[in-house]
């Protein structure tokens, strides 16, 4: 049964309306600039393995000499090497383009009808008269049809709605998802080439001339259309949000425990429990049934109001700028301004992710969440101005994020109510996913190897000694049988002694009874050490990393093929490649000029001559040890219900399941820290048992600052949400009109400021932010905020790119076309001072605001809140987002971001929910495209 605990509201969910679409999205055939991602230098012996790292895919052993190296890069030294993506087990998209088409020009004409392609125009009709619309639109990129049939009854707050988008990318061979074809169903014909659109100054064809193609086709989508209108109450679900989470039980057990349903939650819950039983725990309350939440009209109300379960939680960077996290199931999809636009495909590339099933899992959430906006004057306007103002090409509309400007689409339909990610769930299996509502995650529960052992026990293997074979020893064993470890020493995480390179010396002379490191002395009078801890030698030695040759393999009579395959099972976990200092690369050109040759550049192989070799210490100084193979095992989760009662939800005995958080870019960080994964000194200071000390989590956070301008209109506009956006080479440009953003920064405190603003508001956003700044526990609470610092324009070129980008929205501002919304006595420069007294934040103010674009930048920063990052790819989360170092615990959601994907970043949030359930739920083998419950 879906439980789906809350509020007793009931929620009509209507019949998957997949089965009646065409699943062919919004393709891509042309991509924007994007920049490169650096992550964490993570090496592995074989580049080929270790893009197949989580398919199990293993490598072959050339036959060759021994000097030959094997599979391996050999990267300029001193220059940090990129890290390999792996592939999660997926074969590449085949015929994949790097090129992305545009989608549909906004300023052509149909033949049947004289509207702009791709965008749904309000019509006028009498009350209860049923309306037929065909619109027909070509892409001028790859010759793609598109074939949007709409039904509406006019009055009615529902629209019943049928798309069907067809697509053809040559060039690109973009997938499409096949609906299943229904008994008796003709197989579908090959479309007829478009013929050429008709010239404004030719005369239109007949109408409806246009659906002289395929005959059969047509009555199928009428006869699907029918249907839609007809059909009986009784093919609706409904879904009750009924049981309080107060109301669970105080254990229960499950295959998977997600921790935060919100933009990724929602989907990757939805796909998951198609095949496993899911567990939703969601801080937050439901979406339904909140009129701030569900009408465009009430965005601002919706950020303003603040209580201690509102959907929007207030917080206060400590560089001053005020920002809002999300507290509902749905996310930041029930609180942000509705635009949807898709990552480009570099940078679904950056990300690791196969670009065709990134593209399915898109389409999938286009279906059922995304409209075509309806523009009103001032963002045809606005739309206008850009072009003018030369962010060109035009785009028109498009999924796809372009540079020049563009119509994306939009999370609110033609009516204004908003769908969320909550939606998604009407896809979930409700015999196999329970959704708790005001249930607060307190911390992880691990399996702790220091337990508390019986008087006596029972195993099928006993290890005694977890040294540097010991642990990977017993790693293996435990998949299939029952292993002890017994080590005579303590655990290596914590001590910072072990963990930091800088201490290397200190933890070798620091000798008590219990310390890592224990002293002896040879009868020849040698003083050396033996290692007294958990991971052995390796939490002791100078990290460097080199292989035996393979003819010391074959003395030791080892495979060699086994032997290499092992070897690269340790070094993508522990292995970085090494970040040469100067004294390095003088040491190592010193040994060439010596005659210590050949030059081997870098290799894990044991080679005569001079060589460059790997380290166990991470580009941070942080050790890593054999102890991080034994991966401490997340199995459950403590959470808090509304009434302050404590429960456990554990993961299923010998459940092959995980914890998942998605908790999001403050939420997830935090929770790692509340449950012991940190920094350990950061823990300790808060009184924290250190579980694993890994200090990336909650480092290198971003937000993508935002300045406004205020254009103030002599008359009403339409309220308009972001529908259209100018992108260029490290910034992007969107508006929206008729809200008051102070309003919503000053949440509801002054009631003297109205929550509406006669007139637009133009921002910029800075795409990809270089500063970088950090998170920390301010308390034990876990609803309460973290401490954050984002360090907002620290680097100069972040400056530079704000003040460029500015200068573009006042040439907005200036242009013809928006010149009938503006007073014209009021200058840009007028409009600049007039925003610097209404921009609302806690930061120092300069008398330049007014006059200076660079301290405009940064006195008047506000947030954009597509804040991201402290649980990195490739620094605390691996490129399958399972964190590293410990077993059973993912995170997927925005806080494993090194960049905002996209000018917005909700489409690629709620595609990557898609994206990893299907990953998981397939055990990383993707899915038919065809016959699966997935589709």
Not at 750 to 767: C, H, I, R
Request: hydrophobic share 35%.
């Amino acid at each position: 049964m879906l439980v789906m605990a809350g509020e007793e509201v009931a929620v009509a969910e209507e019949e998957n309306r997949g089965d009646a679409e065409e699943e062919a999205g919004n393709g891509d055939t042309k991509d924007g600039a994007g920049a490169d991602v650096v992550g964490t230098e993570k090496a592995g012996g074989d580049e080929d393995d270790k893009a197949g790292a989580g398919a199990g895919g293993e490598a072959e052993v050339p036959n060759n000499g021994e000097a030959a190296v094997e599979d391996e890069p050999k990267p300029k030294l001193g220059v940090e090497a990129p890290n390999p993506k792996p592939k999660l087990g997926l074969e590449e998209a085949e015929g994949a383009a790097d090129a992305e088409g545009k989608g549909m020009g906004l300023g052509e004409e149909t033949a049947c009808e004289e509207k702009r392609p791709g965008v749904v125009e309000a019509e006028d009709g009498a009350d209860g008269e049923k309306r037929l619309e065909v619109v027909e639109a070509e892409d001028g990129a790859d010759g793609g049809k598109r074939l949007k049939v709409e039904a509406a009854e006019d009055g009615a707050d529902v629209e019943k709605r049928l798309e069907v988008e067809k697509a053809e990318d040559a060039a690109d061979e973009e997938p499409k998802v096949e609906r299943p074809k229904r008994d008796g169903e003709e197989p579908a014909e090959e479309e007829a080439p478009r013929e050429k659109p008709v010239a404004e100054d030719e005369a239109a064809p007949a109408a409806c001339e246009s659906w002289s193609w395929e005959d059969k086709e047509c009555s199928f989508l009428l006869l699907l259309l029918l249907l839609q209108l007809f059909s009986s109450s009784a093919s609706m679900a409904s879904v009750m949000l009924r049981t309080q989470a107060a109301d669970s039980p105080r254990a229960s057990y499950h295959d998977y425990i997600i921790v935060g349903g919100g933009t990724a939650g929602c989907p990757l819950a939805a796909t998951l429990s198609k095949r496993f039983d899911v567990l939703v725990l969601e801080r937050g309350g439901s979406p339904y049934g909140n009129a701030n939440i569900s009408k465009l009209a009430s965005f601002i109300e919706n950020l303003a109001y603040l209580t201690p379960t509102s959907p929007a939680q207030r917080f206060v960077s400590e560089d001053g700028v005020i920002n809002t996290r999300a507290r509902c199931l749905g996310g930041g999809t029930c609180i942000n301004a509705g635009f949807y636009s898709r990552a480009s495909r570099l940078e679904v590339k950056d990300m690791g992710l196969n670009p065709k099933l990134a593209d399915q899992s898109f389409q999938w959430v286009e279906r059922e969440l995304v409209f075509w906006p309806q523009l009103t004057e001032w963002t045809s306007a606005y739309r206008a101005g850009l072009l003018e103002a030369g962010v060109t090409p035009d785009n028109g509309f498009t999924y796809q994020h372009l540079d020049g400007t563009k119509v994306g689409g939009t999370t609110f339909d033609p009516t204004g109510h908003r769908h969320t990610a909550a939606d998604l769930l009407r896809y979930a299996d409700p015999a196999r996913i329970t959704v708790l509502l005001r249930a607060t995650a307190q911390m992880i529960l691990f399996r702790n190897q220091a337990a508390d052992s019986p008087r006596a026990s029972y195993h099928d293997y006993i290890i005694v000694g977890g040294g540097t074979a010991g642990c990977p020893l017993a790693a293996t064993l435990s998949k299939r049988f029952d292993v002890l470890v017994l080590e005579r020493g303590g655990s290596p995480y914590g001590n910072a002694n072990i963990s930091n390179l800088a201490s290397f010396i200190e933890n070798l002379a620091y000798l008590t009874p219990t310390s890592p490191a224990q002293r002896f002395v040879s009868e020849d009078g040698v003083i050396n050490t033996r290692a007294r801890c958990l991971g052995g030698g390796t939490c002791i030695n100078a990290g460097f990393y080199s292989r035996a040759s393979r003819r010391e393999l074959m003395d030791m009579r080892l495979n060699p093929k086994l032997a290499h395959q092992s070897f690269q099972w340790v070094e993508r976990e522990l292995v970085f490649w090494p970040q040469l200092t100067e004294w390095t690369s003088a040491f190592r050109a010193g040994l060439l000029e010596a005659g210590v040759t050949a030059d081997n550049g870098f290799t894990y192989q044991h080679l005569d001559g001079t060589k460059v070799g790997g380290t166990t210490f991470d580009p941070t100084g942080h050790r890593h040890t054999a102890a991080d193979l034994l991966r401490y095992a997340a199995y459950g989760v403590v959470y808090k219900d509304e009434a302050d009662n404590i429960h456990e939800a554990r993961l299923k005995g010998f459940s092959a399941g995980e914890i998942i958080l998605s908790a999001g870019a403050l939420g997830s960080p935090q929770l790692l820290m509340l449950s012991g994964v940190d920094p350990a000194d950061h823990l300790k200071s808060f009184g924290i048992e250190v579980v694993l000390d890994q200090p990336m989590v909650g480092h290198g956070i971003a937000d993508n600052p935002m300045n406004i301008f205020d254009v103030p209109s002599p008359e009403a506009l339409t309220i308009t949400s972001a529908q259209a956006g100018g992108i260029r080479p490290g910034y992007y440009v969107e508006s929206l009109t008729g809200f008051n953003l102070d309003a919503a920064l000053l949440g509801g405190n002054s009631p003297t400021v109205p929550y509406s603003f006669q007139g637009g508001v133009l921002v910029e956003k800075l795409a990809r932010p270089l500063s970088r700044g950090y998170l920390r526990l301010k308390n034990l609470d876990p609803e309460d905020n973290p401490s954050v610092t984002y360090n907002y324009f620290t680097e100069p070129e972040d400056l530079r790119t704000c003040v460029e980008a500015l200068q573009t929205v006042m040439r907005v501002i200036d242009t013809q076309a928006l010149s009938e919304f503006r007073y014209p006595n009021q200058t840009v420069e007028y409009l600049q001072a007039l925003t610097a007294s209404l921009v609302v934040n806690n930061r120092a103010r300069s008398p330049l605001d007014a006059t200076s674009l660079d301290q405009f930048c940064k006195d008047l920063v506000l947030t954009f809140w597509h804040f991201h990052g402290g649980c990195e790819v490739g620094k605390v989360v691996d490129h399958e987002y399972r964190v590293i170092g410990v077993g059973g615990l993912r995170v997927i959601d925005g806080s494993t971001f090194s960049f905002s994907p996209g000018t917005n970043p909700q489409a690629t949030l709620l595609m990557l929910g898609r994206y990893m359930g299907i990953l998981i739920g397939y055990d990383g083998v993707e899915p038919s495209l065809s016959g699966s419950s997935f589709y």
